[in-house]
């Protein structure tokens, strides 16, 4: 069965430094993995996928995931992070078919 | 605007009582879905529709009813309500065939069961 997993809970991070947020998916098929963002009180929105192709996929607002299926991984990376990156971080998978499957997401608290 | 809505926003109720989460889009997509997100469970898929008259379930359908008479709308039933049903609730919607479109999700309804 298909599952994603956030090693990360909680990450605090100081602003202007780097962040890496990490997803781990498990699938014997091919998958497409996602990021979402949800901020205080509002839905997700999606902040890049990976389909196929390159696997350094480039998102929105500097965010940037890089596919590697060797390891199975999907890892989220912003190279300078703001107080306004202050969020909840979703990986996703879907082999394709109508069925999603969601991380238990990450805290990302930006510090001062 | 192109969006996904849903009402009510907030509800709260008491066990047994029938209620309905409505959910529509204005973007003619043919895939939507209902997610419920509690603390340290992410998101779980409830249920999930194709196309009208489409529906199939998701990891926990338990307790759930759906139904897609029209292509914009998408609405949640819940029969008997349950404490364990309280939960925040999404509705989403994809213009994709297969599973690698974007969702694009509603503000969300906190439901609150008695």
């Known amino acids: 069965a298909q599952s994603v997993t956030q090693l990360d809970s909680q990450v605090p991070v100081f602003e202007e430094a780097p962040v890496e947020l990490r997803c781990n998916y498990s699938?014997?098929?091919?998958?497409?993995l996602f990021w979402y963002v949800q901020y205080p009180n509002q839905g997700l929105q999606l902040l890049l996928k990976?389909?196929?192709?390159?696997?350094l996929v480039k998102g929105i607002n500097g965010f940037e995931a890089e596919f590697n299926k060797s390891q199975t991984s999907f890892h989220l990376r912003k190279p300078s992070v703001h107080i306004s990156d202050t969020a909840e971080y979703f990986c996703a998978a879907t082999s394709g078919t109508y069925k999603y499957i969601f991380g238990t997401g990450t805290r990302l608290k930006v510090l001062a | 605007e192109a969006q996904v809505t849903q009402n009510p926003r907030y509800l709260i109720t008491v066990t047994g009582k029938k209620l309905t989460v409505t959910c529509s889009q204005n973007m003619n997509h043919e895939y939507m879905s209902w997610y419920r997100q509690d603390p340290g469970l992410g998101l779980r898929q409830i249920y999930y529709?194709?196309?009208?008259?489409?529906?199939d379930k998701g990891d926990v359908p338990e307790g759930y009813k759906v139904s897609r008479k029209e292509k914009r709308n998408f609405p949640l039933i819940l029969e008997s309500p349950s404490p364990n049903q309280t939960s925040l609730y999404f509705c989403?919607?994809?213009?994709?065939?297969?599973?690698?479109?974007?969702?694009?999700f509603g503000p969300g309804t906190r439901l609150l069961v008695l």
């Open positions: 990976y389909l196929s192709g390159s696997t």
């Open positions: 989403a919607s994809s213009s994709r065939r297969t599973g690698s479109g974007t969702q694009y």
């Open positions: 699938s014997s098929v091919s998958v497409y």
């Open positions: 529709s194709m196309n009208v008259e489409v529906t």
